[in-house]
């Protein structure tokens, strides 16, 4: 069971505006979800999108061949729901005996309840011969697919959409995928680079010049702290603290 590649589809699009109503377009709300999942996903496996703003529109069908010619391990398909009701909704693959879509969907529910929203129920159907349902992705989709429905856009549930909602939900979906596959932080080039350059102001730590100078440099090129943590170095408190500074100093542009 891997993730290296996730298809992340955002609901809808175009002249398809999905659920709309108490001022919110379903096709846009999708679309900022699977931008935050892109974000938060992105440190951990390669991400393809079918869409990145609102006025493309794929059919689901389309969206699970681009999965497919991709060799996607999961399709994930981000929607919020319509027609009136409390609560998220999971809807996952049946096409095969070993698919996990069952089991990842369930997480995904444990981590929607973690946040604080309660879950309708996971479920699977594929029972549509339309080509343009949605259920279509799950049925045309070669690897694991998972549609996720957090809240309902049409009823008292849509409070449940505001943009701090939306992180959360963005949070739990991507935890989710990291504890299901256990993925690790993938270092790029660039962050092996800034880790050896790290190491080597460590190894003089009184010279706290050269080491606030690391650290703004690592922060201004995003370099991500849990990386050390999780690679097992440690970096002890007096050192965070000056990473802080650095850092504040560093987004300010005092070192420019
Ligand atoms: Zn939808």
Redesign the pocket.
Known sequence: MKLNKLLIVA??GGKDT??VANNII?RDINLIVAKKVQELMSKFCDIKMTRTDNETYLTPYECAVIGNKWGADLALHI??NGGGGDGAEIIHTVFTEDSMGDELSEKIADKFRVIGQNVRRVFSRWNSKENND?YSAIRNADQDAVITEFAFVDSKDSKMLTDEWLDAEAYAISSALIEFYNLEVKMSYKDVELEEILNMALENPDDMINLIDTLVLLSNNNFDLGIIQKSGKFIDDAILKVFKVAYELGKEGYYD
Do not use: D, L
Request: glycine share 24%; proline share 0%.
């Open positions: 609901g809808h999905g659920a379903e929607h919020h949605y």
